[in-house]
């Protein structure tokens, strides 16, 4: 699943990859670092929220930017957990395994009833492959923004005229990008666990994939706000779902 570039949509674009990918890509750990957070140090809340980054980020943004903060404040029946899923996790092709090893299946453990992902950007990518390799595992998603390949593979899809009518070929299986619209195109939304999706209206870095994504996902799961692909716009989206997290009745 390493993540590369095959094409530029704009100058903008190129130097924002290029500032964020100019140094060293960290080597991916074993077991995958996580922080932890909860509403009361001594209670554990029945559900767990995992949150994957950006690839401009590190895993305490979510602290950093309020966001814990506000999960609390709803008195929302969720601990937290931020995983360290870097670039270097989606480069080496172990983002799936580490997250299932090391943060979803020691959550099971330990008993938590309902696991939602959410991810923002690449995050977002992230998160749709944990749901194409371990479907059965989460109980639901919240996108945010999501980074959905280069817009190649956009202008392929547009020229079918739907994601429906697109089809990988097979001399192209093995790329990432493939992958993952060939699942976007087949996946059964009805049996699936839900995916909500929301995105920047001005959003220049992740403008073809998600408005491509919403037409294969319920319309009452999609949403846009007014922004760019910016931390401001990213916490628009995500307050609307928290909104809808807390009215999917996992209070027990």
């Known amino acids: 699943m390493a993540i590369q570039n095959r094409s530029w949509r704009s100058p903008f674009i190129a130097f924002i990859l290029v500032q964020l990918l100019s140094g060293c890509v960290a080597a991916p750990i074993t077991p995958m670092p996580s922080l932890s957070y909860r509403s009361d140090e001594n209670v554990r809340q029945p559900n767990l929220l995992v949150m994957m980054r950006g ?17 609390r404040q709803r008195n929302l029946p969720f ?5 360290d899923s870097h670039y270097g996790y989606y480069k080496a092709e172990t983002f799936e395994v580490r ?19 959410s991810g923002f950007s690449m995050g977002g990518l992230g998160c749709l492959f944990y749901l194409r390799s371990y479907p ?29 009518n697109w089809s990988m070929k097979a001399e192209d299986a ?28 001005d959003d220049i870095l992740a403008s073809d994939g998600p408005p491509l994504l919403a ?9 846009t706000v007014p922004g760019n692909h910016t931390v401001s716009t990213f916490k628009k989206i995500f307050h609307r779902h928290l909104d809808t997290l807390s009215t999917q009745q996992l209070k027990p």
């Open 174 to 201: 093995d790329e990432w990008e493939m992958k993952i619209w060939d699942w976007i195109k087949n996946h059964d939304p009805a049996k699936t666990p839900p995916i909500w999706l929301g995105y920047g209206e």
């Open 55 to 71: 690839l401009g980020a590190d895993n305490n943004i979510f602290a950093k930017e309020g966001i814990i903060d506000e999960i």
């Open 215 to 223: 037409t294969v996902l319920p319309k009452d799961r999609v949403f």
């Open 99 to 117: 997250l299932k090893e090391d943060i979803i299946d020691p959550a099971r453990r330990q008993g938590y009833k309902h696991i939602w992902l």
């Open 79 to 83: 601990d937290v957990i931020a995983p």
């Open 136 to 164: 059965d595992d989460i109980d639901g998603v919240f996108l945010t923004s999501p980074f959905l390949g280069w817009s190649s593979i956009h202008k392929d899809i547009r020229r079918a005229g739907s994601v429906a």
